[in-house]
């Protein structure tokens, strides 16, 4: 990890980077399409509640049916081998306490057996500190349980934010730095969950990043192709630990 001593030195660098990157930034918008639908054939599998930032709402790709709900949904189902139900609760710039309120206040909530989560992103460039991103996202869970039903929740990992191609350095080496402190204080937390788990996932490096035609135009967000890999990997991981829950219901 950074030393304080570090960032604090870098602070007014990476200030004015943070601030640069914003403004030059191409904004994409997001994915368009229903919220919510059904996939697969036959008896209802799962019911999968999506709460996330601007990677769940899917920008970098045109349609939901090809960003992170859309193939995630049909990988499970594959998996799964039946019909699966899923909604999707996502924004553009959450933070997780704001994806917390979005999913406190959501009217038409549909019931749900588990909770994907991709959050972490906005929350490193607040500066939120490990402790804190933790007590909200184990609300979420919770709140997910209360208002939905959910019995299992697979936090996606914050990405490797040192990989994102639009970052410049040193910006990009911190913000990935601030990015693995929150994700190894919550693989921490959750070796005792049995309702609760995390997957990490980093799209494929080439020159110090992930490659090009895996990430959208906006060098911060995946492509279509990305989404594909990581709704493969979440999939993967989501229908062996649903089958293990469910061997306990």
């Known amino acids: 990890m950074i030393p304080t001593l570090a960032g604090v030195a870098l602070a007014p660098l990476l200030l004015w980077q943070g601030r640069r990157v914003r ?3 191409l904004r994409l918008p997001e994915a ?3 919220r919510e639908g059904e996939v697969g054939s036959g008896a209802l599998c799962l019911r999968l509640l999506i709460v996330g930032d601007s990677s769940a709402a ?3 790709a045109a349609s939901q049916d090809e960003a992170l709900a859309g193939q995630l949904s049909r990988a499970l189902a594959q998996r799964l081998g039946g019909q699966l139900r899923w909604q999707l609760l996502g924004c553009s710039g959450h933070t997780t306490a704001q994806a917390l309120a979005q999913l406190r206040q959501a009217q038409g909530l549909q019931p749900a057996d588990a909770m994907v989560t991709a959050l972490g992103v906005n929350d490193v460039s607040a500066g939120l500190g490990p402790e804190c991103w933790l007590q909200q996202l184990a609300q979420l869970h919770a709140l997910a349980v209360e208002r939905a039903g959910v019995r299992y ?3 996606s990992a914050v990405p490797p934010m040192h990989d994102f191609p639009l970052l410049p350095q040193p910006l990009r080496w911190w913000m990935g730095d601030r990015a693995a402190s929150l994700n190894q204080a919550l693989a921490q937390q959750l070796q005792a969950c049995g309702d609760r788990g995390m997957e990490s996932f980093a799209l494929p490096r080439q ?5 090009p035609d895996l990430m959208a135009a906006d060098g911060f967000h995946p492509g279509p192709a990305g989404y594909a890999l990581w709704a493969e990997a979440l999939a993967e991981r989501l229908a062996r630990e649903w089958q ?3 061997r306990h219901l």
């Open 153 to 155: 929740t697979l936090h």
């Open 58 to 60: 899917g920008v970098g």
């Open 23 to 25: 403004r030059q930034a």
């Open 244 to 246: 293990a829950v469910g």
């Open 32 to 34: 368009a399409g229903a």
């Open 207 to 211: 020159g110090g990043h992930a490659l």
